[in-house]
């Protein structure tokens, strides 16, 4: 696999990130744990929640050394909607107000068509579309109150592609394209940005299960880049989105995918 020329390490600096109280979803591991740091060392304020307790710990344990403000880990399992709400209140009360919304938990598990129930569809579209709507319905009060906000969304290049046996996923994140052009007309008037970044492969621990060397190699020949994304490729996406430098963008999905066609 060609490699490219390695970038440099220092990142643009946002100044309108500073002090931004940020709600990362799904924060313990992958790009989660890559939007955690990349928003932390911008010197915002991060929260996040997620099911992995031991992981989430021990990257706030990490960054607490590293940043001027430790980010907050919660325990919340999404796919609760009444948790959600309760640990979006809990934040709100210590933060006054989320400020960037970055709905970034999903779960990709493979299955086939003859094995999906009815409660299999209802668990797969609560842990890969419905908390996305409601945490944002849960955030927005306090970000028309602060006179605007921003919210984005994951989402998946799996269903551009047509990927095989992930069904469901892909019905949810093509999902999450209509839901971000929805909420970013409603909430245009309020100031409130929505977009979704659309990653393609990228390397994370939760990846290298999937595919072998062969399945990489396989990926990166499709792209138009011969290289593998890194998670840190799609934080630094998220960081203009969520800037004040993309004032002006809303309502549109975002490639990082290294041209995969
Ligand atoms: N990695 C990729 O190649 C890739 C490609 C396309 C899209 N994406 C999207 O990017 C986002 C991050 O993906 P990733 O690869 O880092 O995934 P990941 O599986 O590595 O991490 C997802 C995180 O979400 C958490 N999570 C899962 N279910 C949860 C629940 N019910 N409640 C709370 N937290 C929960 C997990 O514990 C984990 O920490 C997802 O939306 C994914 O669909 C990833």
Redesign the pocket.
Known sequence: MLKLKTPTTARAVYPSLEDKHVLI??????????LVEAFARQGARVLF????DD??RDLVERLSAETAHAPLYR??????IDAVRRTIAEFEQQSGGIDILV??????DRHSIEDITPEYWDERI???LR?LFFAAQAVLPAMRRAGGGAII??????WHLALADLVL?QTA?AG?EGLTRALARDLGPDNIRVNT???????????MRWYTPEGEDEIVSAQCLKAR?Q?DD?AALALFLASDDARMCTGHEYFV?AGWR
């Open positions: 979803t799904g924060g313990g591991a992958g790009i989660g744990e890559a929640v997620d099911i992995v992981p989430s325990h919340c399992d999404l796919r609760d709905n970034n938990a999903a779960n990709d609560a842990v890969n908390h969304n994951l989402g998946s290049i799996s996923y994140k999450i970044i659309v990653p393609g492969n990228v390397q994370t621990p939760r990846q994304i998670p799609v995918d």
